[in-house]
Structure formats: C-alpha cells, structure tokens
C-alpha cells in the first residue's frame, strides 16, 4: 500500500446508507488498514482481511470472501465482493435457462436493480 510515516493515517473507514422511509435499508460499510493492529477498535475479521456481505432478515446470511495471493497480505487475492452479487442475482436467469452450459453473454443483465421489496 505504500509508504506511511509515523503520525498518518494507517487506516480508513466509512459508511454508505441507502435510507428508505426514514431508516437504513442497505448499509456498506468499508475498512482498510496497513496493518491489523491499525484501528483495532473497529470490526475485524479473525481471518485477516476478508470481503463480507451481511444479509439481516429471514433468514440472516453471511458471506465472506476470504482470497490470498502469494506475496500479498490479507484479502489482496479475494477480489471485489460485489462479483458474488451478481453471482446470487443471475439464480432466477440460470434456473429457467434451458439445461447445458451458459456463460454470461447466455444471460440477461444482471444488475440487481429492483430486487429490493
């Protein structure tokens, strides 16, 4: 990640809310450090650095991306966890696709837009 002399920041941490009728609907939230003793008060992973995707209603689900990639620390190998969205989000598409193989282009977009209710 760079450089970072002593006295800078070596952490960052911020919030997105998506508020419908006055409360959170969907919340992202981001952490990164250069390190895990950075910000240690603030949620951590006991794997190391990792994608979550945290799904609060019946049921509740998680899911956690865990990558690694030699030479780089912590969830430098997971990707973006914003792949498996699209992932859960073509399920309909792909169960009423006729049987074989697909790949993407077989697919409509898969955006996830509307998919809130």
């Known amino acids: 990640m760079g450089t970072f002399e002593a006295g800078t920041?070596?952490?960052f941490r911020f919030e997105v809310s998506g508020v419908v009728d006055g409360r959170p609907l969907l919340v992202v939230e981001h952490i990164t450090?250069?390190?895990d003793a950075c910000a240690p008060?603030?949620?951590q992973s006991s794997i190391g650095g990792e994608h979550r995707v945290v799904v609060t209603g019946?049921?509740?689900l998680t899911v956690s991306?865990?990558?690694t990639e030699p030479g780089e620390p912590g969830a430098a190998g997971g990707g973006n966890a914003s792949a498996a969205n699209?992932?859960?989000n073509a399920i309909p598409a792909v169960c009423a696709a006729p049987p074989g193989p697909l790949s993407p282009l077989d697919?409509?977009?898969i955006t996830?837009?509307?998919q809130l209710r």
């Open 107 to 109: 697919l409509p977009s």
């Open 86 to 88: 699209r992932i859960v």
């Open 9 to 11: 920041q070596g952490a």
């Open 65 to 67: 991306v865990h990558g």
């Open 33 to 35: 450090r250069i390190d």
């Open 41 to 43: 008060d603030w949620p």
């Open 112 to 114: 996830g837009a509307g």
């Open 58 to 60: 019946h049921p509740n």
